[in-house]
């Protein structure tokens, strides 16, 4: 269950703060496929099931950005704000793929809230998220989110 986080205040006590895991979901060779279709990136390891197999990761994987790009289907598992009138996604300070995402495996994201810095009309909030795919050594991604929510 998301947890509930209200307002300014309720985000300034949780810096720090790892605030939990979203379930996991299976990343099917359609939803890959379609990301392809979506962005124009056809390359093999991708999307030629056949060929992949004999390829460096032993089958197909997901797109790094396509990993990074499921924050808005994993996030709102983990946390939800309330008490503001509208939020933007404010771009990433970093983001790393330390290891593929094997299509078939079960992927998961994790996240610690890092900053809260008041803005004009409220606060910047930057947040760890670390993708991980069930039973792997490394996370498959490491980003540093923002977002400012205004009131």
Not at 6 to 31: C, F, M, N, P, W
């Amino acid at each position: 269950m998301a947890r509930d986080i209200q307002g300014v205040e309720g985000l300034k006590a949780l810096v720090g703060e790892h605030l939990g895991y979203s379930d996991y979901i299976t990343i099917e060779q359609e939803r890959v496929n379609l990301f392809a279709d979506a962005t124009g990136d056809h390359q093999w390891i991708h999307i030629d099931v056949e060929r992949a197999k004999s390829g460096p990761f032993g089958g197909p994987i997901a797109h790094g950005y396509l990993t990074l790009s499921l924050g808005p289907v994993l996030l709102p598992q983990i946390f939800s704000i309330k008490g503001f009138s509208m939020a933007v996604n404010y771009g990433c300070n970093k983001v790393r793929f330390p290891s593929p995402v094997p299509v078939g495996s079960k992927l998961r994201a994790g996240v610690k809230l890092a900053n809260v810095e008041d803005i004009a009309g409220g606060v910047q909030v930057t947040i760890e998220t670390t993708f991980e795919v069930e039973g792997a050594s490394k996370p498959s991604c490491v980003a540093e989110n923002m977002f400012r929510y205004y009131v």
